[in-house]
């Protein structure tokens, strides 16, 4: 990736001499970068663009062409592809579009293939370009105007990417790179991303996505990227689309975006709500030290501003300072009578410069107070001039020793204000919360970069071998769905405690089964055409004694044959009735973007109602299966409340990482889950109620 953001000569193959064209464009933001190589543009028609020579093609170029962008017609790519071939072009950064993203896929592999052959990267088709700080190339047909900087951005919107170029240079937003993927055709997420990770120019990564291809390897690249650098998302699609066919809870349940959301979460990356959000994160990113410790303090003017401010402190993360007797003994000297030194820090309406002034340093010459939120409400009292330059001065003393944002509050002085400091680069808000989430942003990602590595993967002794040949033998039916007996066979190859069940061919078996076990016992219907056994009264629960066996017998085959007349009853399953505990659900599938996903949620009849779950990709580590588990509202519920127990967290964590192991060891399971998963007491385990799994059978698709 080296020589795609640092070329030594970079053609532009389309290049023109029309200004309402796009291999205008580039040339023309190339030159007024001050692109520090060599600028070939190619067009057969030769001349002249902005004092550079065109060739009439590239095999007439003499210097080394790292980076060729291609701007001509999509049915003219193919052939320059081959041209760049020839000239020994290391990567092609494809501007055109009608390829992949109109159906025209055929194409798109093709020039990825000719490419390939001749050791050439693609980034695109159907982007804007790239811009890189480093060598002061804008090869974009953007507006122009990028100011260098730490912050690199990777945008799968070409318009969202280019209008991006506008808002950074409007809010001075430096970037050290700006690259348009589009069609992701080669170049990926991962690739720029590991770049990146190792680029000295850049602190930040800001992500645009729309989807995601590849995940499993964007996962692993981010997972390394964020002990690095920050990384902030945006994710457009927050609807659950494709839940709807899903067949399952786990599937129902993995609303494609709540998915994203908890696997970024897992990778360390922070994902924004908005365009504004991200910048502001950037933004303060790019400059602010990281916090030596959490306790943040409050200066204000105002007791309202300030009370919205803890508000905003506690939605946000950001703790507190409170060591009180010191408080009071620090801000003693600025303190009105009738202020207060209790964090918020409250100088009251008669605050001077000077006493901020004052109060900040207080803040920043205590080593464990470690960030300070600077609060301003517009006064007759205050000369705001003054104050601007007062502000200025103390950013520029503190910004690299401890994060500081301000945010203030007034008319339109106040605002004008605002503009003219952000236009220097200072985190100066006009909302108490945009302010605070910053540094909340700025603390979440300061935690993951001081995270030690990732734990080692446990592996568990799963019995793959016996697993796959219940599926076999599934398959062979033409089956994608494993009836319960095949679904306990699994269960227990892959170390589940499930109750203990019996088979039964028949009213005699049944009863006996029933005495083995021991009462109460739960009854279940066996047939390959019944697969929603309670929808057909094929479950009788709570069976005490014989004869309630043999009623529970009788009605469920009656019932079962009323639903479904031709179906054939292999039996019944007879099952040891399950003590209560804490029901959660634990599941696993092939999500379609991210590959193998497990998820731990709070099981039971409400599952989809209360949507209680969190996911993350697979395998997971058991620092990642404690961390998902305690994730879930209900977690105080695991915990024990009133007076109970703490329930056994570790052996459900256990569930969790077989499911894993199992989701990415073997792909032909599609969608697995254990629900009811109920979890006893500290020290008693698990048990498994009931497991489903969904495959694909050879060359055919799950149930
Ligand atoms: N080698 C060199 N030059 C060539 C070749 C060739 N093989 N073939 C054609 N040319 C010349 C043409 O003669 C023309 O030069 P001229 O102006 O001197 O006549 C120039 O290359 C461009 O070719 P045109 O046929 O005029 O094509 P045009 O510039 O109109 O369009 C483009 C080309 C921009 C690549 C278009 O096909 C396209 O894909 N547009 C969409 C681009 C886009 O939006 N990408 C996504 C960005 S992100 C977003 O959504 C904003």
Partial sequence: MGRLFNPRGVAVVGASTNPGKIGYRIVENMVKSGYIGQIYPINPKGGEILGWTVHRSLADVQGDVDVAVLSVPANHVPAAVADCAAKGVGHLVVVTSGFSEIGNIAQEK?????????????LGPNIFGIYSASCRLDATFGPGGILPGHVAIITQSGALGIAMIGKTAAESLGLSALISVGNKSDIDEADLLTYLAEDPETRVVLLYIEGVKNGERLVRTLRHVTKRKHVVVIKSGRSARGAMAAASHTGSLAGADDVFDDIMRQCGVLRAESVQEAFNWVRFFATAPLPSGEDAVIVTNGGGIGVLATDACEKYGVRLYDNQPILANAFAEVMPEFGSSKNPVDLTGQATSEDYARSLDAVFARADMHAAVALYCETALFDTSQFATLLRSMYRKYESTKPIVFALFGGARMEAMIRELRSEGIPVFGDVYEAVSVLGALYRSARRLAEEDDDEQTTHDIDLERIRQVLGRAGAEGRGF????????????????MPRSILSRDLDEAVRAAETIGYPVVMKIVSKDIVHKSDAGG???????????VDAYQAIMRSCLRYKPDAVMEGVEVVEMVRSGVETIVGARQDPSFGPVAMFGLGGIYVEVMKDVSFRAAPITARVAREMIGSIRSYPLLLGVRGER???IGAAADVVMRLGQLIAECREITDMEVNPLMVYDYGEGVKAVDVRILFHTQGGDAA
């Fill in 110 to 122: 093709e020039i990825v293939s000719i490419a390939h052959a001749h050791g050439m990267r693609v």
């Fill in 646 to 648: 703490r329930k056994d």
């Fill in 539 to 549: 479950v009788a629960l709570d069976l005490e004694d014989r004869d309630e066996v």
């Fill in 482 to 497: 494993l009836l319960a007996y095949e679904a306990a066979e699994v269960a227990s190859a892959l170390g589940l405690r």
